[in-house]
């Protein structure tokens, strides 16, 4: 099985900077793209940002010149550095990654998430 475990989470003042991290464990054969998702309450989840294996990135608006997505291909990781934050913000920050498996019929793509970490940003 796979598991995603993210880090970093908290509460922090309106301009502050929070770093997110999450890691990948368990027995796969590569990971693909990875991201990073963010529900707010009574809101749905919206993408943040996302990484492919070959390190080409792509934001969401909301957050373009504030964070900056990165990973490590050897540990199987994926940092958030989320800088200048604003209330908008708060929301319960979700990892995911399509990882590639080994089947007894071939190397398959799945998709995994983390069970979120809250950030909490005051005015």
């Known amino acids: 099985q796979v598991q995603l475990v993210e880090s970093g989470g908290g509460l922090v003042q309106a301009g502050g900077s929070l770093r997110l991290s999450c890691a990948a464990s368990?027995?796969?054969?590569?990971?693909?793209?990875m991201a990073w998702y963010r529900q707010a309450p009574g809101k749905q989840r919206e993408l943040v940002a996302d990484?492919?294996?070959?390190?080409?990135?792509n934001y969401a608006d909301f957050v373009k010149g504030r964070f900056t997505i990165s990973r490590d291909n050897a540990k199987n990781t994926v940092t958030l550095l989320m800088n200048s934050l604003k209330p908008e913000d708060t929301a319960v920050y979700y990892c995911n990654a399509n990882v590639r498996r080994a089947q007894p019929m071939g190397i398959y793509e799945y998709l995994y998430w983390g069970q979120g970490t809250q950030v909490t940003v005051s005015s």
């Open positions: 990484i492919t294996r070959g390190n080409t990135t």
């Open positions: 368990g027995s796969f054969f590569s990971i693909n793209r």
